[in-house]
């Protein structure tokens, strides 16, 4: 075989592969992501330290190569989605990403709060408005809001947060036409929007938005984030956690490695998060002593029955343990010592 012929079947073949290991499919894969330590993502003013670590658990996710599709259909945990459903027609990455990062600061500051407040830490909090992260398809809001959207009032009555909104909405039924007085850049108008069962949750309704409330807090002792590019509300336990630790003398941790996701809420809930199978293999493989996850009052598919189900299925000594409050991970912790 002439050199020739050899060069053009090399660059074929590299063409090949490139494809294989590079093209991006219509697909997006998550899968088990990263246990880190929060020493370095949180730091409180002459705060304390701890023996031991608070985790913070992810899911990675990404665009799906040839590769990866094939993978992703043998290995356990991974699990592959059309992009279309991901990332919804009008709704690119980058303002995933954004409304990802908008939740994690949201997530940041309930913490902050509880944490605070909990340790008996001077913290005021100022109400700045409730904002749109996120519009699900199909429902009435998509033609009428978008994201970065401030709503100010409904039906007349000012709005104070977003769970006065959603309380706000509850009071009146399917199909009704609310008005929602909206705030977008430099002008204000009305928009009249019809309430409608969710699609996947026929037993709720709403207009089909996802909301953050702004709020400023004001502390003594300050504390930086430095979460990077790392999303979403499901840190919030850990990063309250976190904080209390810092600002407490006594060392929660004991010196364990102890990990957790759940959503918190200014009044210290922890509340239903998604990719929990996935987050227990991660602190698994950390080799976390406990993992925290949202107990959902016992509900029968809770995050912690399948977090359950996923430790049992890995045969991890991990200890897996249902929380439904802030207070109810303080106690468990406090018991450790007694």
């Known amino acids: 075989m002439s050199n020739k012929k050899k060069l053009i079947i090399y660059s074929i073949s590299v063409f090949i592969l490139a494809i294989f290991l590079l093209l991006p499919l219509p697909y997006y894969i998550y899968k088990p992501g990263t246990a880190d330590s929060l020493h370095s993502v949180v730091e409180v003013e002459g705060g304390f330290q701890s023996e031991g670590d608070l985790h913070l658990v992810t899911v990675r996710g990404g665009r799906a190569t040839p590769l990866q599709f094939l993978l992703a259909n043998f290995l356990p945990y991974q699990e592959v989605h059309r992009l279309a459903d991901v990332f919804p027609e009008g709704y690119d990455r980058d303002m995933y990403l954004q409304a990802q990062l ?85 002008d204000q108008f009305v928009a009249e929007i019809e309430l409608a069962p969710f699609p996947h949750q026929p037993d709720q309704y709403g207009i089909g938005i996802q909301l953050v409330t702004n709020r400023e807090v004001n502390v003594e002792r300050s504390v930086t984030f430095s979460s990077g590019k790392i999303g979403g509300p499901s840190a919030g336990l850990v990063l309250s956690l976190e904080m209390y630790n810092q600002l407490t003398e006594e060392d929660i941790t004991h010196g364990l490695s102890i990990a957790g996701t759940g959503e918190i809420d200014y009044n210290g809930n922890v509340l239903r998060i998604g990719g929990v199978d996935k987050k227990v293999i991660a602190a698994d493989r950390a080799k976390c002593d406990i993992f925290f996850v949202p107990n959902e009052h016992g509900a029968e598919d809770s995050n912690y029955v399948l977090a359950m189900e996923t430790a049992e299925r890995i045969g991890t000594d991990m200890e897996i343990i249902p929380i439904d409050t802030f207070e109810d991970a303080l106690d468990y912790l406090a018991a450790l010592d007694r």
């Open 102 to 186: 908008q939740l994690m600061e949201s997530s940041q500051q309930a913490a902050m709060v509880v944490a605070y407040q909990a340790a008996g830490e001077p913290i005021e909090v100022h109400y700045e408005g409730v904002y749109v992260v996120s519009i699900i398809e199909g429902m009435p809001a998509e033609s009428v809001l978008q994201i970065a959207d401030k709503i100010l009032e409904v039906n007349g009555e000012p709005v104070r947060d977003a769970d006065h909104l959603i309380e706000l909405v509850n009071s009146y039924e399917v199909g009704d036409v609310v008005r929602f007085l909206v705030s977008r850049e430099e």
